[in-house]
């Protein structure tokens, strides 16, 4: 390398950078604003046509010229001109928050140059819709304009002619770009990685690198260090900016990088990368293939997509949705998507009801039991939703081990047990004050502790033994944990508390 340090273009590389510049708003509130603004231009639009047409009912003039026409003079042009200031996630948002028929003019106003960033911004339910609305040339121009890494982001809900015509437009080098994106799993590194990155040799000085980055155009996004490789693409390290910046220019690379930081195999866990990001407070780090060769970035903007997803997607599993829902999709799809844990609720609703037919005769003859059976159980899964939230929160950070599990179990029963006293106490109390001329008054106090205190029991180890269940089953800790622990503090806490009546009433 030595020998060829007069030409810079050998040092190193960097892949074409080719994303335009985007807008970024001023404040965090200016989507919301913007979102009411949009609804408000379009409920004028709404008022003008309906006006427009009204007035020309008895005039023979062809609907379609007569909607263009009121597209043109009614201010959709306003609107076009309002959505072009917005960035790209702006307007993802604002499409988001509109009914389909309206969304639709919206994204129809939407400059064709900006279509590909805005279907990457849109959640997965409104892309689709989009995607419907448009042809099959207005789809190719969308994506042909993205880098590799965002197309394959993308092919899952294209259409397949559309994905082999713009594969075919692709240079070699994109398309081998795509088809490694395409070939990792959805949840892996190589699945989120960038390939857009910058890369010298380490024999170099830094005034030589430099210079090399000057000639560039621009740089990637979030280039915080650029990545050293020997003439295999081997990774040797990384130099941060701030180093090569700081020292002094005749300082080779190989004295001023970090040889020791994170580095990513493409086949790593993303949301495992995603909490190496925020312990480490990282920009971006590199990912190499099995044989150690540099082969793409992860960046902080990726992560943080990773991030709110699966926020999202344990949100989501916790109230029993089966995926991401457009809030604006028809009532049969909606209501599809809610089906399968509402028919697990009711399968356990009837369970406990049959619970609780098993102690008829008990009920029959004290009648407050009916009244005050509902607070055990909605006290303990109250209590247990807490300890399942703290227990998939631990297991989705990796805190929670073989070797401290037994001692975290042990804390919790703690826990319950003493909230269970406490609160179970207070409740006794007033159950014995509402019912204390009632000769069952003192027995339904202590009935109401007990029970308290067993069914707190119950949700501490159902809150603690299913998300570990589910982990050790390869599952989502947070699918049906909140459904599993409704029915069980249900169920039980009836059981709990009519079977302990039943012994105090004989």
Request: net charge negative.
């Amino acid at each position: 390398m030595a020998e060829q340090l007069h030409d810079p273009q050998d040092l190193g590389s960097v892949q074409p950078h080719s994303e335009p510049s985007r807008k970024v708003p001023r404040e965090a509130e200016d989507a919301s604003r913007a979102l009411v603004e949009v609804q408000e231009m379009l409920r004028r639009h709404r008022l003008a046509v309906d006006a427009a047409q009204r007035q020309h009912q008895s005039q023979d003039l062809d609907r379609d010229l007569l909607v263009e026409d009121l597209v043109e003079r009614r201010g959709l042009d306003e609107l076009g001109a309002r959505l072009d200031r917005l960035h790209p996630a702006d307007v993802a948002y604002i499409l988001e928050g509109l009914p389909l028929e309206e969304r639709l003019i919206a994204w129809d106003l939407v400059k064709a140059e900006r279509d590909g960033e805005i279907l990457l911004e849109v959640s997965d339910a409104v892309r689709e819709s989009l995607i419907e609305s448009m042809d099959r040339h207005e789809l190719v121009d969308a994506v042909e304009s993205l880098d590799a890494d965002e197309i394959a982001d993308l092919v899952p809900d294209l259409p397949r002619d559309v994905v082999e015509e713009v594969r075919r437009q692709l240079t070699q080098e994109e398309r081998d770009q795509l088809r490694a994106a395409m070939s990792y799993p959805e949840d892996s590194v190589g699945a989120r990685m960038d390939f857009d990155l910058v890369k010298v040799r380490e024999d170099v000085t830094l005034e030589t690198v430099l210079r090399y980055l000057r000639r560039l155009e621009d740089l990637p996004d979030h280039t915080d260090q650029v990545f050293v490789v020997d003439r295999n693409d081997q990774l040797r390290g990384a130099l941060p900016i701030d180093r090569l910046l700081v020292n002094e220019p005749e300082v080779m690379v190989v004295d001023a990088m970090v040889r020791d930081g994170l580095t990513l195999h493409a086949m790593d866990d993303a949301e495992d990368a995603a909490q190496a990001f925020e312990r480490y407070d990282l920009v971006s780090a590199p990912v190499v293939d099995p044989q150690g060769r540099l082969i793409g970035r992860l960046t902080v903007a990726e992560v943080v997509d990773v991030i709110r997803e699966q926020g999202d997607y344990e949100l989501l599993s916790q109230a029993g949705l089966r995926e991401e829902e457009d809030i604006f999709a028809s009532v049969w799809n909606s209501a599809k998507n809610r089906w399968l844990w509402l028919a697990v609720n009711l399968c356990t609703a009837f369970f406990a009801s049959r619970v609780i037919g098993a102690f008829e005769g008990t009920i029959e003859r004290v009648a407050a039991l009916a009244a005050l059976m509902p607070i055990v159980a909605g006290i303990a899964g109250n209590s247990g939703n807490q300890t399942m939230t703290l227990m998939v929160r631990s297991l989705a950070f990796g805190q929670i081990t073989e070797a401290n599990a037994r001692r975290l179990m042990a804390k919790e029963f703690a826990i319950a047990g003493l909230n269970g006293l406490v609160w179970g106490g207070v409740a006794g109390l007033i159950a014995w004050g509402l019912y204390r001329d009632t000769i069952e008054g003192p027995m339904l106090g202590v009935t109401m502790m007990l029970a308290m205190v067993l069914n707190l029991l119950v949700g501490a180890l159902i809150g603690m033994v299913v998300p570990l269940l589910l982990q050790r089953l390869g599952r989502d800790p947070a699918i049906g944990s909140s459904v599993l622990l409704t029915f069980s503090t249900d169920s039980m806490g009836f059981f709990i508390f009519l079977g302990l009546a039943t012994l105090f009433f004989r």
